[in-house]
Structures are given as C-alpha cells and as structure tokens.
C-alpha cells in the first residue's frame, strides 16, 4: 500500500532495525528496549547514531494531540484502518514509550457519536441540527463576520480556544488581528497561568519553564501531579524510573499535596499541607536556608536583584514556627526539608495546579520559585532551564485596514492587561461576566475551537447565560459537546488529530527545540474539515486586506512555509540526518514526513542572557516588572479620578486583593487564600483534580480511559467524592455510599470514596469525568465538579481559583 504524501520504508528494512540493536523487541512500542539502556540509547539517538525507519504498509510518523507534550507516535495501518498507536523510538521527548491517553486515540478517531458533517441549528436553542453543505455553512458565517466588519465593529466577535498547538496558534492570531477584533480569547487562565505569570515577574519569561529532571538530585514537588497530570507525562514517567533506579544516585522526591495523589504515594515523603498554604511552607523553608546560611552565596550575589530585602522580610515574617502554624505541617519536618534541599544539588523546586490556581496562586508561586534562586538551581544542569524555540519563518508583514486598526484600540472583552487583571494572558472565565453585562461592548459573533465552558469552567451557569445572550454561536468541535449541543447555531466539525495536518512545539522540558508534525495517518472518516483550512477559507470570503494576508491555498502550505525556516537555518537534524546535508526544501520535507520531528540538541547550560529576560538581565526577588506595572496604573488611576498618587496605588491594591503593603507587595510573600462559603455551613474545602486518563476532557466518551479511569473507586464510569477516613466515619459514610457533595452554587449527587486528604476538612473530586453530552458513554458519567465550584480568582494574572470552594457533604438517606 503506497500512500501519497508519505515516505517509509519496507516491512524487511524495518525487522533489520530490530535486530540492529540486538535485545530489542516489539512489545508496546515501535522499540522497547531493556531498562538498563535506555540511556545510552536516549544518547546515542540524540547524536544520531541510529536510523530507525518506519515500514511501508504498517506506520505513519505523527504526533500524538491528547495532551500539549508533542509525543511522536507512530500509527500501524492496516487496510486503510488505524489499528495501533505506538511510539515513535526516536522521538527524543518520549523515546518510543507512550501513555495510556495516546494508547486510547484509536476510539477517539472511530467514536461512533462524532459529527459527520457541518451542520445548522433548526428552531430553538437546544433543539435539533439539519445537515449542510460546506458552502452553506462558510458562506452564513462569512456573511456574520463581514457584516461586522461592514458596520465598523470587528471587534465584536470573539475568538475563544482551548488546546492550540504548533503555528495553529499562530495562524488564529493572524486571522483574528487582520480582523480587527483584540478577542482572541485562550484558555490559559483556567490551565495553569498562575506559574507562568510568577516566572514572567521573577525572570522575564511569560511562558512555563523546563525542568532538567533527569540530571536533579531533590524534587521538591508543590501540588503537582507528576506521575498522573503534568506535561511531558511520558518523558516524566521515564524520568521517574531513571532517577529511582538507572542512576547510581537515587533521587530524592517530595511531594507537598492536599490528597493521596499518585505521585504523593510514589514519593520518598508526601509532606500534607493545608489547601492554599504552598506559598507559606515555601517561605518557611526559605527562612532555614538563609538562617543557617545555607543559600549559594556566589549565585545569589551574581545573578539576582533583591536578595537583602526578600532575606530581611523572610528572617522577619517566615520562621517555620509561622510555617508550621499556618499550613499545618511539623516545625521538624519544615527544618529537615529545607536542609536537604539546600545540601542535595542539583535541587528543583517545582509546582502546578494544586498550588498555584489559587487566588493567592501568583505569590504562592513566586514563593516555590525563589527556592530555586537561593540554592543556585536556575539556568543549570539538573535544574530549572528556559525552553528554546525552532527557527521557523517570519510571518509576512500585516497590512492593517482603517476598520481592524479601530477595531483593535479596543480593550479585550476578558480585560486582560487592564487594571484588573495587569499581568493576564487571557482571563477565560471573565468573558460571560462582560457578555451578561455588555461592558466593554456586546458580542455579536462567538467562535469556539478546541474548548468547551460549559465543561471546562468554574460556575458554568454563568456561561449558560452568557450564551443565550450571543446572538450566532459557532463551534468547531468533531464531538457534540455541551456547549455546541446547548448553545451552536452552526457546527463546523473538525477532523480529529489523526486525520488532520498540524505541527506542534513540544511542552517545556529538554531545553533545546524540537518541533513535530502532525501528519494525517488516515485519510477522514467523515466529511470534516481542518479548522485552519477554514479560517484561509473564510479569509477568501471576507476579501479584502482580510483575503490578502493568506496566501496560501491550505493549512498544509502555511505549515510548509514556517518550517522553510528550519531548513534555512541548516540547524539540527530530522530525525537522524543532518539539515544541513538537505540540498532542497523537498529533501528536508520529505524526511520530516517520515521520521516525524526536527531538533536540534544539547542544549546550553548557564547562558544567563537567554535564562533572564527582565530588563535587570537577572533573577528578580524583588521585581521591577511588578514595580514598573503598579506605578504605571496608579498614575494613569491618580490622573483619571483627582487622587494623590499615594491614594490610587492603595486603591489598585485593595481591587487586586493584595494585602500586603510597601516593598513586601514587589517580594514573594504570603496572601492568605480566600474561599467562598460560611465555614459553618460548608465546612470542607473541595479540592479537584486530572487523574492520568484526562485528556481535557476528550477521553469521556473512550470506553478505554472509562474503565480506568481509577482504579481505587472501583467504578470507573462514574465520577466520585475522596472523603478523609476521621471525616467518613464522622458523617456515617463508607465507599459506595450515595452522598450529596454542596456549595453556595448548588448540589451533585455521586459516590463516595474513603480515602485520605491531607486533613478532614478537604474533599477531592476529579475533573473531566461527569457530563451531560459528549456521545453516549460519557453523558452517562454523573455532574460535572465545576457546576457546584464559586470561583475566587488570582487578579494579577486573571487565574482562576479552581480550589476556593467550600462544600459540605452529607450521606443519601436510603443509600
């Protein structure tokens, strides 16, 4: 079988691979090779010693989309079927090893409840679609857009993504600025900016940063699901049997973590702490690090900005007396930790959700970060590194209308970047607040690719009345999700990942670049559509500067064009070959189809120019963004409404709900958490989470992931309420009871799982399981955590605060 567009090998050259490298077999990947090897053999792949090929008629290189890590795969095709998902061996980001997300694609692509084809609401929302032909539904969309652009208001539609990965991203924001609209709209906050907008603050770099993991002696870990939720999860897992049992020195693992997660059961100590209080224990361990003068003087001195003031406020506020008092954690234990952190190099300190999407979320972090300031750990081996990104082609030049240059003075509909949320990327969950109250202007036309709120937001009744309010809502999703069966006028299906031409940019992690196609390994199922060929598409229809600024006939093309300048820059190698020894583009090209990845290894420890990009060129404890930032809004707030400057700084703290005062507010510091609910009424703290089988919610509607979706409830096509054994027994509950978990914002009814939390007065439900639409297994699975959540947010970076929601949970009667 001969596919066009694909280079591979034979089934023979391919057995030859597997007996050039001796012991390997084909057990769960294209090459699992014996533990022992795996990191000569990592090496080696890197250098370009080995030239795996895949065979003709059997593999298609690719790369997996069920989370944002850029695994290479490899799809076995059998008669034009899809019938395995393996991994690519010589990926370098997961080594020919995958997870169960990527194992499970298979019924993701042959879901028998995807839409088939574009489609077109009749009646009412919440009724009934009718089938449409492609030139219907783009040429009604066109025409909504156009109008907007004909009546001088661009900025009226609203772009709203989720999962965008590789020059798609890119793609969107050219469409959305040719527009005219400033609504492009991600789903950062409600993902994991508060780690982000604290590493912009303290190191310049508004992005997530790489860990140097395999090469580190201590993880200190601060609510992060490093086993089961965190990004590369593949390259983690290897990671963690690397750094337990291929090295001659084993490292050590602490995990601070609200519920017996994964991870905290792996760890050498799971450390218990108080929902919110991350920020605090951090501080603590600071304080014995530079109490027992224990911090790496020579880096310290060197390489960051306000060690003497962030050490005066920690020696004066943070002993671990107050540590210990407020996250509940043993003054010996806190003393112990800080100790070995600071003795065991190379150190990291790390954290995720669990600590940072707190409405205190940007100082906790910041906290976490400073740790790895004072024991030397940035910019170095086995430390934390700053991802580097492929050369690829400049984009041309836009040429602005008068109608997108008006269209963009306007401020965003999310307020991101204005003062109420200065630092934010995006503020997803402040969109249906300005939709309901029309502030800055109404929305006329929402467009959703890649997300759905009415699953993935905190108090998705605010959305649900948000989007009545929209008048034409269109969707692009393959599935019939809750918000496109709820609220779509028009469904512009997309393929799924494996039908679809994409690239994509692996997840923070090795340092050096590497970028990856995504390449159809089949031809589509249905009549579906690539959602960026149908933005060049309605770019045609709009004409115009809008038409102008996309020439090229496919999403392929545009593809083709931003790697050109990877091949230009005759940099790296494809996957065993050299760039440079590529005569043409073609050849360049060609190769990338078949080995599926370009990069360009080692990457360049201690270069500080590239590691701090604040305008200090060094680590900010004390941070001269926030300062520059602060000052910039009370002046403009000072000129705007007749205060003293002294006035208006104090007022833009007290709307950013900082309570600290003076220089502690430019210094990592303690914010109590706040929480929504009478603590006697609600007398629990609802913590959610992803479990391994989450995959932004796509893997509901997958018997696969169902079924294992945990073990440890013994249910796994239901969701569930993790209650602490004291709190149980208390409450008359034992596993598989019915219980009823509440808030301030309603009621769900689901199972109860006794299992520990940190203390008694936490619960834990996972998200992304629990739906009332998706297809038929996954509407099936009980509510939605979200519905009951009461979001409090993080104003510095517009974050949402998925763990401010007081609950209290009582037993079924009868149950």
Avoid at 275 to 290: E, N, R, Y
Avoid at 539 to 555: D, H, N, Q, T, Y
């Amino acid at each position: 079988m001969k596919r066009e567009g694909y280079s591979l090998l034979n089934r023979s050259d391919f057995l030859t691979v597997l007996a050039a490298v001796g012991t390997a077999t084909a057990i769960g990947s294209v090459i699992q090779l014996p533990r022992r090897t795996l990191l000569s053999v990592q090496e080696n792949i890197l250098q370009g010693r080995y030239s795996y090929q895949f065979p003709e008629d059997s593999y298609v290189a690719s790369t997996c989309l069920q989370c944002p890590a850029g695994c290479g795969i490899a799809a076995r095709i059998v008669s034009g079927r899809i019938v395995k998902i393996e991994g690519n061996p010589l990926h370098p980001i997961n080594l020919g090893s995958i997870c169960p997300k990527a194992h499970y694609g298979l019924q993701i692509v042959y879901d028998p409840d995807r839409i088939k084809g574009p489609m077109v609401r009749v009646g009412e929302r919440g009724s009934k679609f009718r089938e449409a032909s492609w030139g219907e539904v783009l040429g009604l969309v066109a025409s909504r857009l156009k109008e907007l652009r004909d009546s001088g208001m661009p900025e009226r539609f609203v772009w709203l993504d989720g999962r965008v990965r590789g020059n798609m991203g890119d793609l969107i924001s050219r469409f959305t600025t040719i527009f005219g609209t400033p609504n492009r709209i991600g789903h950062s906050s409600i993902c994991s900016d508060g780690s982000v907008i604290a590493h912009y603050l303290m190191q310049g770099v508004k992005h997530y940063l790489g860990y140097d993991w395999r090469n580190t002696n201590y993880m200190l870990l601060f609510g992060a699901g490093f086993l089961e939720a965190w990004r590369p999860t593949v390259r983690l897992l290897r990671t963690y049997g690397h750094v337990r049992q291929e090295r001659p020195v084993r490292a050590k693992i602490v995990v601070v973590e609200v519920r017996m997660s994964t991870t905290a059961l792996k760890a050498d100590e799971w450390v218990k702490v108080k929902p919110g209080t991350d920020g605090a224990l951090a501080l603590g361990i600071a304080h014995v690090i530079i109490r027992d003068k224990l911090y790496d003087r020579e880096f310290v001195e060197k390489y960051t900005v306000g060690f003497e003031e962030f050490s005066e406020l920690v020696m004066s506020r943070y002993p671990p007396e107050w540590a210990s008092k407020i996250t509940g954690v043993p003054i010996e234990t806190i003393e112990r930790i800080a100790r070995e952190f600071a003795l065991t190099k190379p150190a990291i300190a790390a954290g995720q959700r669990g600590a940072m999407m707190q409405p205190n979320g940007v100082y906790n972090y910041m906290a976490i970060h400073a740790l790895n300031a004072l024991v030397g750990s940035l910019g170095k081996k086995g430390g934390v590194i700053v991802q580097k990104p492929p050369p690829f082609a400049a984009w041309p030049p836009l040429e602005l209308d008068d109608v997108a240059k008006n269209g963009l003075k306007n401020i965003r509909i999310d307020l991101a970047g204005t003062e109420k949320y200065p630092f934010a990327k995006n503020v997803y969950q402040q969109v249906p607040e300005s939709i309901l109250s029309e502030d800055p202007y109404p929305i006329e036309v929402l467009m959703l690719y890649y997300t759905n709120p009415l699953l993935s937001s905190p108090n998705p009744k605010t959305w649900r009345k948000a989007l009545e309010k929209v008048p034409f809502i269109v969707s692009t999703s393959p599935f019939m999700d809750e918000t496109t069966q709820e609220y779509a006028d028009v469904i512009l299906p997309d393929h799924t990942y494996l039908e679809r031409w994409m690239d994509d940019v692996i997840y923070p992690s090795l340092g050096y670049p590497v970028a990856s196609i995504r390449q159809p390994v089949i031809n589509p199922l249905y009549n579906t559509a690539n959602t960026g060929d149908i933005l060049l598409e309605l770019a045609r229809l709009i004409g115009g500067k809008v038409a102008e600024a996309f020439p090229w006939r496919s999403f392929k093309e545009v593809i083709m064009f931003r790697w050109r300048g990877i091949w230009e820059s005759g940099r790296g190698r494809v996957g065993p070959k050299p760039v440079s020894g590529m005569a043409s583009f073609d050849e360049f090209w060609s190769n990338v189809l078949k080995y599926g990845f370009w990069y360009d290894p080692p990457y360049r420890f201690e270069d500080y120019s590239h590691e701090f990009q604040t305008k200090s060129g060094k680590f900010e404890l004390l941070s001269r963004t926030l300062e520059t930032k602060l000052t910039e809004l009370a002046k403009k707030k000072a000129e705007k409404e007749g205060l003293t400057y002294e006035e208006a700084y104090e007022k833009i703290l007290t709307q950013l709900r900082i309570s600290a005062r003076g220089i502690e507010v430019l210094l990592p510091h303690y914010e109590p958490p706040r929480f929504v609910g009478d603590e006697k009424e609600y007398p629990m703290i609802l913590i959610t989470y992803k479990t391994v089988m989450h995959a932004e919610g796509r893997g509901t509607n997958v018997p696969w992931a169902l079924a294992a979706y945990a073990p440890y409830a013994r249910w796994g096509w239901k969701n569930w309420v993790e209650i602490h054994p004291e709190k149980a027994a208390e409450l008359g509950i034992k596993t598989g009871d019915i219980v009823i978990v509440e808030s301030v914002n309603g009621r769900l009814e689901t199972r109860a799982v006794v299992r520990e939390t940190s203390s008694p007065g936490v619960a834990a439900m996972p998200f992304g399981i629990g739906r009332s639409a998706y297809g038929r297994w996954a509407s099936k699975t009980g509510t939605n955590v979200n519905e009951i959540l009461a979001e409090e947010r993080d104003y510095l970076s517009g974050s949402a605060g998925f763990f401010s929601t007081r609950v209290r949970v009582y037993k079924v009667v009868g149950s």
